[in-house]
């Protein structure tokens, strides 16, 4: 029975979802278009309503109905760019709620009340011109109408009078027919704003991710070389500007390849975590840290040689069991203190320069690079640890 009935709906409504949206708003249509049937035929029975006039409106109607029911269930719009017949079945409701207004006599207020829905309802897929040409539209008919009524009396079909009770018992009616589909597109754009909403909230996240991962290290967390580079230049520009001195120190880990080959890759990339993150930890809120590239890091600090030195010599002694119980993780270091007028190249060159020296001395050790002359002798001192 089941079966049978979703064979069913898919024969009226199809089974194809884009056409089934198509005729859903088609229904929400039929659904004003009946209403007001009703309606109208209730006037012809209390004697507002022309008989001839009420099976003309109700003939255009249907044929209007039938016509676009077809296109859109054969599928026969969808070579056009507008799919659901958006303009054209709004454009037959205003021809319609404005041939109401020019037809029911003392009731003709109450199709006023149509006339809005049409444009509300161009609210999801039109755009601003679109919805303009229904608006003008819509202003030029019910003019029309309007004149029509003034200058050719003779033309509009004669009504009895109706009590103050009877037009309020049919506007209450004709709000019973709009108000629903009306209510209905209101939670569709409520609908649609919650889902803007979400998408807003979920593109700023993963924004605001872009934006981490731009100037974070994707393994350890830390600052990028990009990162880095640009607090350098920054640094150097003020140092320069304010004499505001401040150290680099390139740090390079030492026989890491032979860890990496001992712990395997997984294993020496939680070595580099953990270094980072334990040297990190014995930071001040001036200096800053960042992944060079590999198993190298640079830091950066404010103050003169002795200060870096010093804080080198504090991350030695938090990172030495950070490997394997079998190997204490040991660095190398090269200090520069950047002299002014310095570039930030020239700077990391130098650090560069004590880095080499610190290696080539026995490495797990400093090497200052030298404030003047680049031939001078570069200071090297080995960790106590």
């Not at 207020?109 to 897929?125: D, E, Q, R, S």
């Not at 304010?242 to 395997?264: Q, R, S, T």
Request: net charge positive.
């Amino acid at each position: 029975m089941q079966s049978l009935l979703s064979r069913m709906v898919d024969l009226v409504g199809s089974a194809h979802p884009r056409r089934r949206e198509r005729l859903m708003q088609w229904l929400i249509a039929g659904y004003i278009y009946m209403g007001a049937a009703i309606w109208l035929i209730a006037g012809v029975l209390q004697g507002w309503m022309s008989k001839t006039a009420a099976l003309l409106w109700l003939g255009f109607v249907f044929a209007g109905l039938l016509a676009g029911y077809v296109a859109l269930r054969s599928g026969w719009t969808e070579r056009f760019q507008d799919p659901s017949l958006t303009i054209w079945q709004l454009s037959i409701g205003v021809l319609c709620a404005n041939w109401g207004y020019l037809l029911i006599g003392p009731m003709r207020t109450a199709a006023l009340l149509p006339m809005v829905v049409t444009i509300v309802f161009g609210a999801f897929t039109l755009q601003w011109r679109q919805i303009a040409f229904l608006t003008v539209l819509n202003l030029f008919a019910l003019v029309a109408a309007v004149t029509l009524r003034a200058w050719f009396p003779q033309w509009i079909p004669q009504h009895g009078a109706m009590t103050p009770l009877m037009v309020d018992i049919n506007n209450v009616l004709m709000l019973l027919v709009v108000l629903p589909p009306l209510g209905f597109i209101v939670a569709r754009l409520s609908s649609v704003r919650r889902k803007l909403h979400r998408q807003r909230e979920a593109l700023m996240q993963a924004l605001s991710q872009v934006e981490r991962l731009a100037v974070s290290d994707e393994l350890t967390g830390i600052a990028n070389r990009r990162s880095m580079r640009t607090l350098l230049e920054r640094s150097a520009a003020l140092s320069s500007r304010e004499f505001a001195p401040f150290c680099v120190a390139l740090i390079d880990i030492d026989h890491f390849k032979a860890i990496n080959d001992e712990l395997g890759h997984a294993g020496g990339d939680e070595v580099l975590r953990e270094f980072a993150r334990r040297a990190t930890a014995m930071l001040r809120t001036t200096d800053a840290i960042g992944r060079w590239g590999g198993e190298e890091f640079v830091v950066l600090a404010c103050g003169n040689v002795d200060g870096i030195c010093r804080l080198l010599e504090r991350m030695r002694r938090a990172v030495a069991n950070c490997g394997t119980d079998s190997r204490c993780i040991t660095f190398s270091a090269g200090v520069a203190q950047h002299r002014r007028e310095e570039t930030a190249d020239d700077l990391l060159e130098r650090a560069d320069r004590a880095l080499y020296e610190a290696k080539r001395a026995g490495r797990n050790r400093n090497a200052v690079a030298p404030e003047g002359d680049p031939s001078q002798r570069y200071a090297t001192a080995e960790s106590p640890q």
